[in-house]
């Protein structure tokens, strides 16, 4: 058991690795990462319909995204702003737990819904439709036609993009909203919304990313020799 459980933490890591190197590379990169900014800007729009609504999410080729939401009170406002940080970080983890419960193709429903659903009601920019439809192809692809091992290992590296991207995009918006707080995305939004630095925000944002980091680790150590 100790080697299966010393393999399978090289395994993971070796992933993580290969997600880093992925999310750098040109076109691919961006690609992969979008993934990321899917679940970021869903949980943004998830939140917004208790007491709001949503009008649109736009996805770009940048990895950027965007929800255009509408708040019915000031609270509402604050949740939804404060939600998709939190949210990618949490479902990065969710992917790890699943992955070590061995739900392999409960993972793979669950971005697929979140794919479907914003197909249907949410995203309507050309490339964002893009991408929703080619990754959307790629799960069915899995479901149906792929064996074990490649959806194990495709979703290993999914979910190792998933927390790589958290990580990352949350240190980014802790260093903007350092140096340049008037363009910190959420965190200039919750500044304006609760009158608080956005510094504050930024470094809160980070901090609840390393948390969900080091537990999907955990995760990724003890649960992947399951295997």
């Given at each position: 058991?100790?080697?299966?459980?010393?393999?399978f933490s090289?395994r993971?890591f070796?992933?993580?690795i290969?997600?880093v190197?992925?999310t750098?590379?040109?076109?691919?990169?961006?690609?992969s990462?979008?993934?990321?900014?899917?679940?970021?800007?869903?949980?943004?729009?998830?939140?917004a319909?208790?007491g709001?609504?949503?009008?649109?999410?736009?996805?770009f080729?940048n990895?950027?995204g965007?929800?255009?939401?509408?708040?019915?009170?000031?609270?509402g406002?604050?949740?939804t702003?404060?939600?998709?940080?939190v949210f990618?970080?949490?479902?990065?983890?969710?992917a790890?737990?699943?992955?070590?419960?061995k739900?392999?193709?409960?993972l793979?429903l669950?971005?697929?819904g979140?794919?479907?659903?914003n197909l249907?009601?949410?995203?309507?920019?050309a490339?964002?439709?893009?991408w929703?439809?080619?990754?959307?192809?790629?799960f069915?692809f899995l479901?149906?036609?792929g064996?074990p091992?490649?959806?194990?290992?495709?979703?290993?590296l999914i979910?190792?993009?998933?927390l790589?991207?958290?990580?990352?995009?949350?240190f980014?918006?802790?260093l903007?909203s350092?140096?340049?707080?008037?363009?910190?995305?959420?965190?200039?939004n919750?500044?304006a919304?609760?009158?608080?630095?956005?510094?504050?925000?930024?470094?809160?944002?980070?901090?609840?990313a390393?948390?969900?980091?080091y537990?999907?680790?955990?995760?990724?150590?003890f649960?992947?020799s399951r295997?």
């Open positions: 058991m100790n080697f299966i459980r010393s393999k090289w993971f070796i992933f993580l290969l997600a190197l992925i750098r590379m040109p076109v691919i990169g961006d690609y990462g979008i993934i990321n900014t899917l679940i970021h800007e869903s949980g943004h729009a998830l939140v319909l208790f709001g609504e949503v009008h649109h999410i736009s996805l080729a990895t950027e965007v929800t255009y939401t509408r708040h019915s009170n000031w609270f406002g604050v949740f702003g404060a939600a998709g940080y990618s970080s949490f479902m990065a983890f969710i790890f737990w699943l992955l070590g419960k739900k392999d193709k409960v793979i669950i971005l697929l979140f794919i479907i659903l249907v009601f949410w995203v309507r920019n490339y964002g439709i893009f929703l439809i080619s990754f959307g192809a790629g069915a479901l149906k036609k064996s091992s490649l959806i194990q290992n495709v979703l290993l979910a190792s993009i998933m790589v991207e958290s990580v990352t995009s949350a980014e918006i802790m903007l350092l140096m340049s707080p008037q363009a910190a995305g959420d965190a200039t919750l500044s919304s609760l009158l608080l630095p956005a510094q504050v925000f930024g470094t809160l944002f980070f901090l609840q390393i948390w969900f980091c537990l999907s680790i955990k995760k990724g150590i649960k992947l295997y």
